[in-house]
């Protein structure tokens, strides 16, 4: 593959893994699989939460991607490495970032303010129906959030704690 050919895949891969992302966030992590997903939505003292099983499987099939393409598709394995890239971003930002599993920084100003308060709006619904913001890396303006939020909880879509300010 040439060098351009290479950055698009690697760039389309990342742009894809956060609509992906988005998508199984919203229809299968609170969808049928909201039984791995929802201790992370509930206050605990563990270390590791059933929500990690997410990231272990995604890297298991991750793994398989570098292998089959290894032997059978040059595009599959940079397309693996952009995956994996976004694993990488998504782990900074939301376990880093946001519920600072792994690092304690405030950011004050900034889209690092605005993605940190778009995910605490995520966790601002109880239970797995309704909710905002279901993607990591593109960051919707919290007042926007807030607004749906509001409009969520008047039509009885999701029970929102009064802490989001909605
Ligand atoms: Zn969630
Ligand atoms: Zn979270």
Redesign the pocket.
Known sequence: MTVPAIILTVVLAVLGMEAFAWWA?KYI??GWGWGW?RD??EPHDNVFEK?DLYAVTFGTIVFFLFLIGYLYSEALWWAALGITLYGLIYTVIHDGLVHQRYFRWVPKRGYAKRLVQAHKL??ATVG?EG?VS?GFVFAADPAQLKAELKRQREAGIALVRDSAGA
């Open positions: 966030h992590m609170h997903h992370h939505h929500n995520h966790h797995k909710g279901f």
